[in-house]
């Protein structure tokens, strides 16, 4: 019973340190890591165990082992990031897969690389024709990234000499049918403006699994009833209606009037309303 005891203090000490050592050693994700940073995660974890279920039989030395693994690995971590060097000795470097079109058939050799695994990961970023791709690059940590030659590239809003409205991260408001007030406060709002919002949809509160709040103040739902449709907000495309609609008033207006002072004001006005049109149609059409 004492051995039980003991191994329980052991494995809870242990825990807590494994904690605390990845969280210094970084938040890199296992899929996104280095080879290098791979095998210290491994063999630390494997310390942990060995000294856990006492397979170590000096407690002391597992610890040090421990330690001077961790410490080697910070240590050589904040070299890697003082010196370009040091971290290509480290980690490796980046190789050019593909250059200009072209597949570079050395540098695949290098990474071990054959033409089946190249055509799949070009696969796994949307790029199923080779024919498509500029330039691809196997980065230290394995991942291939791609660039798109121009003609093959989406289509965004600069090209087109359009401006956008910026866009900010949306806030879950309702979770589970449970109002986030952290979340609403955080941008400007209450929970009188949600429930006024929910109510103009015919939605109870109860019935609501997820509720965000975009950057132009739109609220989107998902019910946990999926049988109940919800129509999309639609405030900003009435918005931009009903400034629309007066700006073809005043035109209409300034057509129709004999009276030379009120053509000039209808026209004026409209002019006015006009510029802020193109001010606010990023925002209300995007």
């Known amino acids: ?47 942990v165990s060995l000294i856990s279920l006492g397979l ?6 597992g610890f040090v082992a421990l330690g001077v693994w961790f410490l080697f690995t910070i240590a050589l ?12 000795v480290i980690n490796g ?45 196997m980065e230290d940590t394995g ?3 791609v660039l798109l030659k121009s003609e093959k590239k989406p289509i965004t809003p600069k090209d087109l000499n359009r401006e956008v409205a910026p866009m900010s991260e949306p806030q879950t408001v309702i979770l589970d049918g449970t109002v986030l007030d952290e979340s609403l406060t955080s941008i400007g ?23 965000q709040v975009d950057s132009s103040g739109d609220l989107y739902i998902d019910l946990f009833d999926d049988l109940i449709e919800v129509q999309e907000p639609q405030v900003k495309e009435l918005l931009y209606a009903t400034i629309s609609k007066i700006h073809a008033d005043l035109l209409s207006f300034s057509l129709e009037t004999e009276d030379s002072k009120a053509k000039k004001m209808y026209s004026d006005n409209a002019n006015k309303i006009k510029k802020v049109i193109d001010k606010l149609e990023p925002y209300l059409l995007r």
């Open 56 to 61: 170590i039989p000096n407690m002391a030395f």
């Open 77 to 88: 971590d904040y070299l890697a990031i003082k010196s370009k060097w040091i971290h290509d």
């Open 1 to 47: 019973m004492q051995s039980f005891f003991v191994v329980l203090l052991r494995v809870i000490i242990l825990y807590f340190l494994t904690l605390v050592i990845i969280r210094f050693m970084g938040r890199t994700t296992l899929w996104k890591t280095t080879a290098f940073k791979f095998v210290s995660y491994m063999v630390i974890a494997i310390m």
């Open 143 to 145: 991942e291939v990234n």
């Open 189 to 211: 709002l209450n929970r009188e403006w949600l429930n006024t919002q929910l109510s103009n949809s015919g939605v109870s509160i109860d019935n609501v699994f997820i509720g």
């Open 93 to 137: 470097r980046e190789i050019v897969l593909i250059k200009d079109g072209k597949v570079m058939e050395e540098n695949l050799q290098e990474v071990r690389y054959t033409g089946e695994e190249l055509l799949r990961e070009l696969r796994s970023k949307n790029a199923f024709n080779l024919s498509d791709v500029e330039f691809a690059l």
